[in-house]
């Protein structure tokens, strides 16, 4: 029994002077401890130069949202305006061209008027035809306005957003590139320093 309990004394010893060597190496010099600090600063810097750098590329986004949006409801518009006028075309066309195979259907010769009756019914399908293109080119005109206009809707919002979370990004970049200099001893004059807009 006495020689398992020098052994368990044997085994624990190692672990107790490990532990003392490990203490005494964590016991940092004055030099050690600004390198430490300076290098925590360092990351706190990158941090905050990215954070700044994806809040730019977030307020772009949003420019651009904005941007294209607006270029789709131009877009809209116009296609809306050209088919509305083409609109007016064919049904002017329609309307002149079934005046007088009104009058021919009315009349008293029976081939005439079976034959305008018949004009009248391609008349008919061609004016449907037409009209029913111009409704599809309409309603892709409609879309893209309204897509448009959800666009910049958003990308205001998100505008908005980066905004201020590109202020507040910028407030911390500030301050951890004070903190920076004022630890390396640094001027104030370097470009980093300088607030980029």
Avoid: W
């Avoid at 893209?144 to 666009?151: D, E, H, I, L, M």
Wanted: proline share 2%; charged share 30%.
């Amino acid at each position: 029994m006495k020689t398992i309990m020098k052994f368990q004394i044997l085994a624990i010893l190692p672990l107790f002077l490990l532990a003392t060597v490990l203490t005494q190496a964590q016991t940092l010099t004055p030099a050690e401890k600004k390198a430490a600090e300076v290098k925590k600063l360092e990351t706190a810097l990158t941090v905050a130069k990215n954070k700044v750098a994806l809040n730019e590329k977030q307020l772009n986004n949003a420019d651009s949202l904005v941007s294209t949006g607006n270029n789709l409801i131009k877009d809209g518009k116009s296609e809306t305006k050209a088919v509305e006028t083409e609109r007016k075309a064919v049904d002017k066309t329609y309307n002149t061209a079934k005046k007088p195979l009104l009058k021919q259907s009315t009349s008293k010769d029976k081939d005439e008027a079976t034959a305008a009756k018949a004009d009248i019914k391609a008349l008919d399908a061609q004016y449907k035809i037409d009209t029913k293109a111009l409704d599809a080119r309409l309603k892709v005109a409609t879309k893209k306005s309204t897509t448009g206009t959800a666009n910049v809707t958003k990308g205001k919002t998100t505008q908005k957003t980066a905004k201020d979370a590109l202020k507040l990004s910028q407030a911390s970049l500030d301050a951890a590139q004070a903190k920076y200099d004022a630890a390396t001893g640094a001027g104030d004059d370097s470009p980093k320093g300088k607030k980029k807009k």
